[in-house]
Structures are given as C-alpha cells and as structure tokens.
C-alpha cells in the first residue's frame, strides 16, 4: 500500500552574522547551511494498518507526512501510495487520500460549516447521493449535526477538529493522514477523536497514518510505530516489541547517607555486569542506576545495594512506554552530541 | 530624573522597530522602488504638461517647482506614514489590547517610540538621497544652488510635527474597529481622503480658490502640503508662522482626540469584557 | 475546462457569501476605489484646462487610454487577486500546503478562491471613460473593432497576471514576494498615458521587459487611429502570451521549491 524507500530531504538554511556588516553581507552573499530535516527513511505500510509517527519536536515527522502527501518534493529516495507517486500525478494522488494539520484548517473560516462541505464535493467530484451517504455516515461518527449551521470560526477547537477530520474523509480516501489530531484537546474531547479514528478505520479499512505527542494515541490506536529522530528512523515496529525491545531496563534510584559511601558500589565487577547491562549516574548523595532485568534480578540488584550502603530514601521503576520514548529520545540526543 | 526614567522604559521599543525595518530591509527597499515610480511617471506626465504649455510657468509652478513638490510630497507622505489604525485594529480583533491596560507603560508611547525606530532607518536610507537628489537636479537646472538651511530646518520641524499629528490621527482611527467587523474598506477610505485632502494628489493651489481654502484650515493639510510648502520657500515668514500654529493645534486636538477615545475604549472593555 | 468553470462558479458563489458577512467593509473599499479614480480624472481635467494638448493628444484621447487601463486592470484585480496572497503570506506561513492536496489544478485553485469585487469600481469608470470619449471623439465604430477589442482586452489581463503569477512564484524560494510583486505591478501605471512621453529607457522597459505597454497604451492608441494593428494588437497577444508561458513555468518550478513552514 505504501512504500517508502530511503526517503531524504534537505533544506537550505540562510545563515545571519550578527551585527549591521552580517545584515549587509547576508543582503548580497547569503551564506547557506544545509540541513537534513529527513535522512534515509524507508518502511512499509499494509492496507488498512493504523501506523503511528512519533519523535521529538523538529525530528522531521511533518516533513515525512508532507512528502508523503505530495506538498513536498523529497531531495532523494522514493515513496509510493497506492501505486502513485504523490508528486508526479499529483491531482490524481490526492483524490486517494485525506489529510487533516492539526494545527491548521481546511474549513472556510467566515462560513456556515455545511458550506465548506458543498464545495469539497465540488472539488473532489463526490455525486450527490454518494454525498448524501458520506454525510449521514460522518454525522453518525463525529456527531457535526451540532454545529454543522454555525460559521466555523465559532466552533470550539474540539468541534473543528471533529469537522475537519470529517472534511478530509468527504470524498472516502484509502489513506487518512493525521498530523496531530488531537493537539489541544482536553481528555474528553481527545477519547471521542479517538473513537472516531477506530471507527473509521474498522469500518472502512481506511489506512490512517498519525503524528502525535501524546502516546495515550498510540497506545490507544496504533499496531505499529515508527519513530525518528533528527531525520533517522529509530524504531520500527509493535508496541508490544519496543516494551519488550526497552521495557527490560529498570531504573534504580536511591539517595546515599554517606555520600563516600558511592566507593563501595561496585555492580559491574560484583554482580558480573557488562557495560551494555547497566549504568550508573551518581550527582552527590543520589545515585541512579539503569539494569538489565534480565541480566541480574531486582531481588539481588536490591539486596546487594542495601547490604552495601545505607540510604535514606529508594525508588524502582518500571519502565512505561512514556519512559522508554523518553530514554530513547535521550539516548539519540547524547549519541549525537558527544 | 522622570525623562530619564521615560527614555529607558521607552528606548527597548525604538531599538525593537530598528532592528525590525533592518530584518525587512530587502521588502523596503522593493516597497520603495515601487512607490517611486509613481513620481517618475508624473515627473514625465509634467515635463510633457510643459512642453505642451506655451508659458514657463503652469499656474504658478515652475518645471522645478514642481519637481520639488513632488518629490518632497513623496517624502513627506512617506516619513509621515503611520500604521496606527492597523496595530491597533489587530489588537482590538485578537483582544490584546487588554493585555495593554496591565502594562506599566502607556499604548500610544510603546507603539510611537517603536515606530521611531522604524522611522530612524527610513530617514537614514531615503531622506538624504531624495534630498540631496532634489536639490541636485535644481542646482543643474538653474544654475545654482537653491538649498536653503532655514527653509530645510524649518521643514524638518514642521515634518515632524505632521508625523505626529498623523500618528495620533491614526491611533483614534483604529479604534473603529471596536465598531466595525473588517477595517480594510475603512482604511482604504481614509488613504483615499488624506491624499486628497491633504493636496497630496492635487497641489491645493489647484483647486479652486474656495476649495482650497476649506482644506487648508482643516487638518489634512497640516500632514503634507504645509511642510512641503515651506521647503519650496512658497510661504512668507507670517505665514510659515501662521501654519506651524496651526499644526500645533491640530496636534493637540489630535492627542486628546486619541485619548477620549482610549478611556472611551477602556470603559467599554471594562463594561463588557474584551 | 468546463468543471474548472463549474467549480470557479462555486468559488464565486461561496465568496460571495463570505463578503455579505462583511458588506460595510466591502461597499467603503469599493467607494474608495472609485473615488480615488474619480481624483485622478479630476486631476488630468485641471492639468487639461491649462492646455491644449499633451504632446499631440487631446484631452479625450487621454481619457481613452485612461479608460482603456482600467479594463484590464480591473478584469485581474477582479479575478485574480488572491495572487498577491501567495507572495505575501500564504506561502510564508505555509498555507499554501492546503492548494497542494487538492485533486484540482493549484494555480487554479488559488485564483479561483478568491473573486475580488471592488474591482467593479475600476471596471465601471473604465466604461464611462471609455465611452465618454469615444462620443466625444467621434470615433467610427467598425464591426471588427467590438472582436479585436476583446481579444485586446483578455490578454492585456493575461499580462498583468502573468506578472504577477512570475513574482508571487518567487515566494516559493524566498518565502515572501508581495513587495517584488509591488514593485513591478507599480509599473502598470506608465501605461496610463501615451508612451511618447517617457525617455527611451522607460519605453524600452515598458513595452519589452516588463510589457506593460501593451495594457493599455498600444492597443488604445490602435482604436483611438487605427494604425499598426500588428504591433498594437499582435503585440499584445504576443507578449501576454510569452509572458504567461514564462510564468506558468515558473510557478510549476516553484512548488517543487515549496518548503511549507513549521512543523
């Protein structure tokens, strides 16, 4: 269904020298740096599969999805949906798929909502009966009979974001792209999105791709992942997989009476742990340490610090996916900082 | 003590409005091309008004005279431009001018020195160049240096003054948008008036006599043909008198105009909320 | 073609409704307008009582070409003038991503979006000048004068779109065009009057790099003597033509340049 293959793009970034001389020789030599907001990404994505994009900020998410749909040119790499290449018949492409900016409408602001749907239908050809039924069927999902009369720019942001994924699925596309569609949202309003996207999606075998930053969507809709960062694909796969992938580190924190005492601990030749294993972080009295659960028991990691030092306080903790997208964020980061 | 304290609350906005009109500087100076062209397509239209003419003199201007009236008209009306009507248009659509009544400094200073340091550039980059232009092409035309120091310095206040009184004008103008949905049709409205008005478009000693003699008591003609007038030395000392006072007035009428309608906008927001 | 006029007729329709949302605004813009025209026919009438001719043309003949400025000129303003948008911000605040996923043509589309009626103004005095003058010119109308004069009139406006479709395209380089834009559309108004006024530089400019020329001077002057035909209107759809071409390449390159904005 989509096939993407070593997808890139580059951006040209003015670099500015400080001070009144930088503005005047930025005004007749711009100086460029180039930027690769997306580098080398490829994966594949069934019919009907609910696939979820997430990174930090700036890690190229957008960028994908706009190449995807056809708005941007890749520097280099391929990506095909349904047999198209979005940028080379673009009009044709994009009668295929739907696609909703969380962060900006598509709705005719100063109008009655219906309105902008009557010229959708127009512009994606949708006959009247056909229209008819894709209303009814929207309605019932996303309830617009509410507002459907009220000029857009007196909707709440729960309501337009309700109308706008329904814009984007007038003219029943086979693939549904969402870039945040739930930013904003408070949790009542995010839960009835949610259920709308399942719905669509289980009914209609609709293909939906989705950015977001709030894992309560992924966790809650998507089989699959995919996460980049600073271009590159990190991760590609089941949550389930990245649980397991990740979910075996711990996090052992305590905070030391002594905090001389921090000589004492010596996991890795005690306990027989490699580096990849475990990790130790101390800043004064607190001392962190990430293990390997599999490597050594929390039991025996547990008995052997208390039996070595005391402390004051400690903690375990279990790593959630919200842990473990932070850890790999983290881990990305510092690889390419040092 | 109390100016110093008003120069550095006030100065952050000045250097704000530099740094800005430097960032756009490319848009400007495109901007500028653009605009003047619109002299250089009548600076022909009138040398062939001349050509065709059989006297030296069309009603009363020289080739030169008008020359000067044109470019200077273009100056004026570009250093006295002010974008009051839309800050504050913006503000009150969006509802940010209530952001302004829990700030320890006044709206129309903030706005003013911001749009000071806007004016600085504009002042550096076009004032001496259209200046020393004019005067150029009126020493190689008539053979001698017309410049005259104290036409030019009393210019300059008098300017200044048309600036001020355009940017109060303006403030108080915005305001309609309490009362109006769009301002755009209303703005333009007002472009329109004030060119005219002020004898931008047509000098006012080409109206007739009564005609130009309502607009010149009324407070249009403070904002161009005033000063421009007193740089071409068309006015005698009594009159350049006469006229500065009249910007003075005006000026004042202006700035109490601005503030009746700021307490008028204050109550309302305080009565109705934003 | 005939769903792009169906689908232009829809636009119309939905921006009209937009506009009666906002009908005090649109009624003073569309005044304003037509004073301001009014003004400036005002002035060349006191600059015409002090003279008999303005390097051979008479008073009516400049209210003809005048007249004639204001038709293409309107007919764009009319029906082309989201173009400024684009160069102005609908490609720096990356709006423009909204054009690129539609099954429809994106010059198209963003033409179509916008039906700017103010324009009625410069169209109406257009007509009265036009007309005026040529009751009071005397003008014999010959039959193939109405074809010639429309086909005049439809791609003078193609060059003041063209133009403007070629700068508002720079945008999708440089984020933000409207003042290059500006800058070159401000030109239109040497064609307001008769080109013999200008210096060779300003006529070379006008009539072959920036053809603006060709709106209004050369193919008014053909009406108002009948002479050159093949320049004065061959000329114009020569030039309109080249120009458009130009321009549609432009912009074609130009959305492949297109970097949206945030994220």
């Known amino acids: ?338 | 003590m109390k100016f110093k304290k008003f120069i550095r609350t006030y100065r952050p906005f000045t250097r704000a409005g530099m740094l800005e009109s430097v960032a756009y500087r490319a848009n400007f100076f495109c901007f500028l091309i653009g605009e003047i062209m619109s002299c250089f397509i009548m600076f022909f239209v009138w040398k062939a008004v001349f050509q065709s003419s059989n006297g030296e003199t069309f009603m009363g201007f020289t080739m030169e005279d008008m020359v000067v009236y044109l470019f200077i008209t273009f100056l004026t009306g570009y250093l006295t431009y002010s974008d009051g009507t839309y800050a504050i248009a913006t503000e009150i659509r969006d509802g940010s001018i209530a952001m302004r009544m829990i700030k320890p400094c006044s709206f129309d200073m903030c706005f003013l020195f911001q749009e000071l340091g806007n004016k600085i550039i504009n002042v550096l980059f076009i004032f001496a160049p259209l200046v020393i232009g004019v005067e150029a092409y009126r020493w190689v035309i008539t053979g001698a240096c017309q410049f005259n120091i104290s036409y030019f310095l009393l210019y300059v206040v008098s300017l200044i003054m048309a600036y001020l009184i355009s940017f109060y004008f303006n403030v108080s103008y915005g305001f309609m948008a309490f009362y109006l949905k769009n301002l755009w049709g209303a703005d333009i409205l007002k472009e329109c008036i004030i060119n005219f008005l002020s004898g931008a478009t047509i000098p006012l000693a080409f109206m007739p006599t009564a005609l130009a003699n309502v607009l010149s008591f009324l407070p249009f003609s403070s904002l161009s043909y005033t000063p421009v007038m007193i740089y071409m030395g068309m006015y005698s000392g009594e009159e350049i008198a006469f006229k500065m006072l009249m910007q003075v007035f005006w000026l004042m009428v202006m700035v109490l105009l601005s503030k009746a309608v700021w307490n008028h906008a204050v109550k309302r927001l305080c009565s109705q909320g934003g | 073609m005939r769903r792009m006029l169906r689908l232009h007729r829809i636009f119309v329709a939905q921006y009209m409704k937009n506009l009666m949302e906002y009908k005090v605004d649109f009624l003073t813009g569309a005044i304003s307008f037509l004073l301001g025209q009014v003004i400036q026919i005002a002035f060349l009438g006191i600059i015409f009582s002090q003279i008999p001719d303005l390097v051979g043309w008479e008073f009516n003949e400049i209210l003809f070409i005048y007249g004639f400025s204001l038709i293409p000129k309107g007919m764009d303003h009319l029906l082309f003038d989201n173009l400024w948008s684009v160069g102005y911000f609908i490609v720096r605040k990356g709006d423009f991503d909204k054009y690129l996923t539609r099954p429809i043509n994106s010059l198209f589309y963003v033409i179509a979006e916008k039906f700017c009626v103010d324009a009625f103004g410069e169209l109406l005095i257009g007509l009265i000048l036009i007309v005026y003058s040529t009751v009071q010119l005397k003008l014999t109308i010959t039959w193939y004068m109405i074809p010639l004069f429309i086909v005049a009139v439809v791609f003078a406006t193609l060059i003041y779109t063209s133009i403007k479709i070629a700068t508002s395209a720079i945008a999708f380089w440089t984020k933000a065009s409207g003042h290059i834009t500006h800058m070159f559309y401000m030109t239109n108004d040497f064609s307001k009057y008769p080109t013999t006024i200008y210096n060779k530089f300003v006529r070379t400019f006008i009539t072959y790099i920036v053809p603006f020329a060709f709106t209004a001077f050369y193919p008014a002057s053909f009406f108002l003597t009948g002479e050159n035909p093949l320049f004065c209107i061959g000329g114009t759809v020569l030039a309109s033509v080249v120009l458009f071409t130009i321009s549609v390449c432009i912009w074609n390159k130009g959305i492949k340049a297109y970097e949206s904005a945030g994220s």
């Open chain 1, 1 to 338: 269904m989509i096939y993407v293959n070593d997808l890139s793009k580059e951006f040209k970034k003015a670099i500015k020298e400080p001070g009144l001389k930088g503005s005047v020789k930025a005004l007749f030599k711009p100086n460029y740096e180039i930027i690769k907001a997306v580098d080398g990404i490829s994966f594949h994505v069934p019919k009907g599969e609910m696939l979820g994009f997430i990174g930090p900020n700036g890690a190229g998410k957008s960028t994908v999805i706009k190449m995807l749909t056809g708005i941007l040119t890749p520097t280099s790499g391929t990506c095909e949906i349904n047999g198209h290449i979005p940028q080379e018949n673009r009009q044709k492409y994009v009668k295929e798929i739907g696609v909703v900016f969380g962060q900006r409408t598509q709705l005719w602001w100063d109008l009655a909502l219906r309105e902008t749907y009557s010229v959708l239908k127009e512009i994606y050809d949708v006959p009247d009966k056909e229209f008819k039924e894709r209303m009814a069927f929207l309605n019932e999902v996303l309830e617009l009979d509410d507002f459907i009369s009220s000029p857009v720019r007196t909707l709440s942001l729960g309501q337009r974001m309700r109308a706008d994924i329904a814009a984007s699925l007038l003219h029943n596309p086979k693939v549904l792209f969402l870039d945040e569609p739930t930013i904003g949202l408070d949790v009542v309003v995010k839960e009835n999105i949610r259920n709308a996207i399942q719905k669509i999606n289980a009914e209609e075998g609709t293909t939906v791709i989705l950015t977001t930053h709030d894992l309560a969507d992924i966790e809650l809709l998507c089989n699959r992942i995919v996460m980049i960062d600073k271009g590159k694909k990190v991760f590609d796969g089941q949550i389930n997989d990245l649980k397991r992938e990740f979910g075996q580190m711990r996090d052992l924190k305590f905070e030391l009476m002594n905090t001389c005492d921090i000589s004492k601990l010596n996991y890795k030749e005690d306990l027989k742990l490699s580096d990849d294993d475990m990790k130790l972080e101390s800043e004064k009295a607190i001392v962190s340490v990430r293990f390997d659960s599999d490597k050594v028991s929390v039991e025996d990691m547990l008995s052997y610090t208390l039996s070595k030092v005391h402390v004051k306080d400690i903690n375990l903790k279990d790593a959630d996916i919200e842990e473990i997208i932070r850890r790999l964020y983290k881990r990305e980061v510092s690889i390419d900082e040092v």
